[in-house]
């Protein structure tokens, strides 16, 4: 399937298939979700992720965030 015709069934500009396809960070998950729906991947989305080196490195790590502090109200 041409990256146009991917452009035209998920309703995607072009530039974004162009992004999608360099693995640019910029471009919102769910853009990338809807690529995977109109080319029949869905089911692999758990293996995407898994695949990765540095989502496996931080997973073993085992890293805590923290909680943010509760926003504080400005009394008048």
Same mark, same amino acid.
């Given at each position: 399937?041409?990256?146009?015709?991917?452009? #035209?069934?998920?309703?995607?500009?072009?530039?974004?298939?162009?992004?999608? #396809?360099? @693995?640019?960070?910029?471009?919102?998950?769910?853009?990338?979700?809807?690529? $995977? $729906?109109?080319?029949?991947?869905? !089911?692999?989305?758990?293996?995407?992720?898994a695949?990765d080196?540095?989502?496996?490195?931080?997973?073993?790590? @085992?890293?805590?965030?923290? !909680?943010?502090?509760?926003?504080?109200? !400005?009394?008048?």
């Amino acid at each position: 399937m041409s990256a146009e015709q991917i452009a #035209e069934r998920t309703g995607l500009c072009r530039k974004t298939i162009y992004n999608i #396809e360099k @693995g640019s960070p910029s471009v919102a998950i769910g853009s990338y979700l809807q690529v $995977f $729906f109109v080319l029949g991947l869905e !089911k692999d989305l758990t293996t995407v992720a898994a695949a990765d080196p540095l989502v496996r490195k931080l997973q073993d790590a @085992g890293i805590i965030t923290k !909680k943010r502090a509760p926003k504080q109200i !400005k009394k008048l």
